[in-house]
């Protein structure tokens, strides 16, 4: 049995590295899905407008900025949220995380982010009717006091 | 494999399911060097994420290399206890983990 399970194994892998090799099948035919542009350009293009109905909770000084932790609330935006964006401007790849909602889905995220340096962190809410955003400053203070 | 496996839990509270989940994951960025050699760590990190509830997704997630190494996850659901909830990951190079476990 654990032979079989080996030789699928190898198998399967060989696969993967020779269609590697080939330069067809790159990791973005494997996750059609995945926004590759969105993902590695080096800013946002749309951020929307600024609303108070979006909370964006981050610490004001994040003395490891490589677990910066971000929570955006949009329960208090109006119509259906299509998908929650956090976006670490500061960042060379700015854009950290998509959510999108579906049916039943509460708009509401919580993660923890990576941030190279000192920057504006922003929440981004789509909803049918238009996008809107949060923003909150985070200083990162790496091998700091805090200070 | 309890590696790759996704920690869960789900607590239900007045109709909504509160999830957190933490992911086993190095999230290379590919820009980092190696400090010995000098070369660049190849990026390895987690894309997609999706969260179900009794089989069906009620979130996707694409999650750059900005997030964090193992990711932390909370998101929220309406819902009733004993709903089963899913988390589901993929990364860059294909591999992927997930995790199941119902509301308390």
């Keep these: 049995m654990k032979r079989r399970l080996f030789m699928k194994g190898t198998l399967a892998g060989s696969a993967i590295t020779a269609a590697l090799g080939a330069g067809l099948l790159a990791p973005r035919a494997v ?15 749309d951020t929307g407008m ?28 109006d119509g259906i949220v299509e998908s929650i964006s956090i976006v670490a401007a500061a960042n060379q790849r700015p854009l950290g995380a998509t959510y999108h909602m579906k049916e039943g889905a509460i708009p509401f995220v919580s993660t923890r982010l990576k941030m190279g340096k000192t920057g504006d962190v922003f929440g981004v809410v789509k909803t049918a009717s238009g996008t809107v955003n949060a923003k909150t400053q985070v200083k990162v203070t790496i091998g700091g006091c805090g200070g | ?16 399911i509160d999830i957190k989940c933490l992911m086993s994951h190095p999230m290379e960025t590919g820009l980092r060097k190696d400090k010995k050699t000098g070369e660049k760590i190849p990026a390895h990190f987690i894309q997609t994420v999706v969260a179900t509830k009794n089989g069906t997704p009620f979130m996707n997630a694409d999650f ?21 909830i899913s988390v589901s990951w993929t990364d860059n190079k294909g591999a992927s983990g997930s995790g199941k476990k119902a509301a308390k």
């Excluded at chain 2, 494999?1 to 909504?16: C, H, Q, T």
């Design chain 1, 31 to 45: 996750l059609a899905a995945w926004p590759e542009a969105e993902m590695l350009a080096a800013d946002v293009a």
């Design chain 2, 64 to 84: 750059n290399s900005t997030i964090s190494k193992n990711p932390y996850l909370r998101i929220q659901v309406a819902g009733e206890k004993g709903d089963e």
């Design chain 2, 1 to 16: 494999m309890a590696k790759s496996a996704v920690k869960l839990r789900a607590k239900a509270k007045k109709g909504i």
């Design chain 1, 50 to 77: 600024a609303s108070g109905s979006v909370k964006i909770k981050a610490p004001e000084i994040a003395e490891n900025g490589a677990v910066v932790p971000v929570t955006v609330d949009a329960t208090g935006v």
